[in-house]
T-cell receptor, first 112, second 112 residues
Framework: QKEVEQNSGPLSVPEGAIASLNCTYS??????FFWYRQYSGKSPELIMS????GDKEDGRFTAQLNKASQYVSLLIRDSQPSDSATYLC????????????FGTGTRLLVSP | NAGVTQTPKFQVLKTGQSMTLQCAQD?????MYWYRQDPGMGLRLIYY???????DKGEVPNGYNVSRLNKREFSLRLESAAPSQTSVYFC???????????FGPGTRLTVL
């Protein structure tokens, strides 16, 4: 069983729409949750972090965490073609030292 | 601040050759990591260094060695390269209360 699961996509949305990316994790003790954006041929870039249940907003991005259901999501409002990338979910493995466990990512395509 | 830097950006090796990938960070982070990323496999942790003077194996350490030279620098060595080590290698560092990880630009390695 994968520890962090994401739908590989691609998730296709039109420009201006809301893109919703989801991630589930298996370790109930996980404490820290991160979203990375990775453009093709580039390195992962941290865009959001969330540590407590509920929503956290930063500009067009909203991260949502539900520890009881073991899922974390990322909403992108007013999606732009420049948002087209792969989005990686990462979870604190909560096994001693804080190694992150990454999902394999969801590819997002925003069409003009 | 340059953040996390890696050298070289690209490298082609023949089977059996050795090489060292270099990584440096200027964010005064305690922890550093080496990942490899392959299509469909996501990011996999090779080795990490929780703090200066310590190193530990990650998920896929076979065929690699590491050295934490000082707080800033963490190198990855391939002693006898194999075609299965063809991949993109990322170095990352982390610090702060939530140990957010920040990635370098990556090294694209091809082993023929």
């Amino acid at each position: 069983q994968k520890e962090v699961e994401q739908n590989s996509g691609p998730l296709s949305v039109p420009e201006g729409a809301i893109a919703s990316l989801n991630c589930t994790y298996s370790d109930r003790g996980s404490q820290s949750f991160f979203w990375y954006r990775q453009y093709s041929g580039k390195s992962p870039e941290l865009i959001m972090s969330i540590y407590s249940n509920g929503d956290k907003e930063d500009g067009r991005f909203t991260a949502q965490l539900n520890k009881a259901s073991q899922y974390v999501s990322l909403l992108i409002r007013d999606s732009q073609p420049s948002d087209s990338a792969t989005y990686l979910c990462a979870v604190n493995g909560n096994t001693g030292f804080q190694k992150l466990v990454f999902g394999t990512g969801t590819r997002l395509l925003v069409s003009p | 601040n340059a953040g996390v830097t890696q050298t070289p950006k690209f490298q082609v090796l023949k089977t059996g050759q050795s090489m060292t990938l270099q990584c440096a960070q200027d964010m005064n982070h305690n922890s550093m990591y080496w990942y490899r990323q392959d299509p469909g496999m996501g990011l996999r942790l090779i080795y990490y260094s929780a703090s200066e003077g310590t190193t530990d194996k990650g998920e896929v350490p076979n065929g690699y060695n590491v050295s934490r030279l000082n707080k800033r620098e963490f190198s990855l060595r391939l002693e006898s390269a194999a075609p299965s080590q063809t991949s993109v290698y990322f170095c990352a560092s982390s610090g702060g209360p939530y140990n957010e990880q920040f990635f370098g630009p990556g090294t694209r390695l091809t082993v023929l």
